[in-house]
């Protein structure tokens, strides 16, 4: 009915070539028109205003030899003041704009290695942009965006990559550990030197509270028994200690064997070296 009117239809975001006996007439915008058929006038075809986008998958090889798919996505439009130049100067937009990302990303990829790839994702899209935005507006084409959506290199050199990671991963793990270690040693090894400085003025003091204490007692029992002298007292004092020690060796069922001069005429061996380490000792702080 309408091609009998000579009346078309033109959707929003789209416009509608005229031509005149097979040549170029005119652009309807959206809307209706009158197109005379009977004049010669006819349709050429419809193009759409619409942001249209194009995945380019690529495959190319970096520097250091590694091959990987670059996926670019491409998004672009005709314009409507360039409406004609877009519709008969390209047969096929899409194979157009695939061959220029192809151009671009294989002469960008080469010149850098993997890594170098995949930080540079936004200069890679920035030169396939910068060169479709001049070769294509020739042909009436606005790019809107191009992004580099995805690097995707060979599955074992994934894996690699992953292992390289893993393994720097535990490298540091164990460093940290081992420092940790370190520390724990450290701090360990300083506890034992403190409780063994304090062990050790203990011990110190108890054999100073003993020799004080045999002190006074050698002095009490001369003074309370006429006649005996300080080693008497003493060779008393260290036979008593002896049967002690021994007793408590024989009463307690879990004491370690402990063997030790057990004959009465050995402790008078035990007193003189006692009585001589004491002598010593009083002769040295003079």
Known sequence: ???????????????????????????????????PWIFGK??????????????????????????????????YRALADKASDAFYKLSNTKSQIQAYVFDVIRAFVPKHNLDDTFEQKNE?????????????????????QTLIVDIEPDEHVKKAMNEINAAARFRMAATEKAEAEKILQIKRAEGEAESKYLSGL?????????????????????????GTTAKDVMDMV??????????????????SAVFIPHGPGAVRDVANQIRDGLLQGSSTKE
């Not at 759409?48 to 670059?70: M, S």
């Not at 890679?124 to 809107?144: P, R, T």
Request: aromatic share 6%; net charge negative; proline share 2%.
């Open 1 to 35: 009915m309408g091609n009998l009117c000579c009346l078309v239809q033109v959707d929003q975001s789209t416009v509608a070539i005229k031509e005149s006996f097979g040549k170029f007439d005119d652009v309807l915008e959206p809307g209706c028109h009158c197109v």
């Open 42 to 75: 006819q349709l050429a075809g419809h193009l759409t205003l619409r942001v249209q986008q194009l995945d380019v998958k690529c495959e190319t090889k970096t520097k250091d030899n590694v091959f990987v798919n670059v996926v670019a996505s491409i998004q």
């Open 124 to 144: 890679i899209a920035k030169a396939v942009e910068q060169e479709l935005e001049k070769a294509m507006s020739a042909y009436g084409y606005e790019i809107v």
């Open 202 to 226: 203990g011990i110190a003091r108890q054999r100073q509270a003993i020799v004080d204490g045999l002190r006074d007692s050698v002095l009490g029992f001369s003074v309370n028994v006429p």
């Open 238 to 255: 260290l036979v008593t200690q002896y049967f002690d020690t021994m007793k408590d060796i024989g009463a307690s069922s879990k004491s």
